[in-house]
């Protein structure tokens, strides 16, 4: 079982990050499940759930992003294999990431390790990784 439910981070401009995780995390197979208007919660709240099998377990909303030094996060998604690994690296690129570490081996962690690392619009230190060795 997994320890976390779920986790969300609060983004600078909603739509600009809605458009670059949709496009982001596709690879891998994780798409917008469940979205959450300002109608919903009274003006207070905009937000999107992403996930694979119906279950929102990543959160992006309003709410300010990364203006304060050392507010950013790491997000690690599983990848299936190298490819979801390297395809989640150029779709995040194409929709305005920063790299922050190409695509590949990773030793230093540990044997079999593969990941990609690129900065959001707000960012936050995106990874997809996949423990399987090719």
């Not at 003006?43 to 119906?54: A, I, L, M, S, V």
């Not at 979801?84 to 030793?107: F, M, Q």
């Amino acid at each position: 079982m997994s320890t976390l439910d779920h986790i969300g981070v609060s983004v600078a401009d909603y739509d600009k990050a809605f458009a670059f995780y949709e496009a982001a995390l596709t690879p891998l197979g994780i798409t917008a499940i469940m979205k959450v208007t300002k109608e919903m919660t009274g003006g207070q709240y905009e937000g999107c759930g992403f996930g694979r099998d119906k279950k929102p377990d990543f959160w992006i909303g309003a709410g300010g992003g990364r203006k304060a030094a050392g507010s950013s996060v790491h997000l690690a998604f599983v990848a299936a294999n190298r490819a979801e690994v390297d395809a989640l690296y150029k779709a995040a690129i194409a929709a305005g990431g920063t790299d922050n570490g190409p695509p590949g081996p990773r030793p230093q962690y540990h044997p079999g390790y593969y990941g990609a690392f690129v900065y959001d619009l707000d960012g936050h230190n995106i990874e997809a990784v996949t423990h399987k060795p090719e």
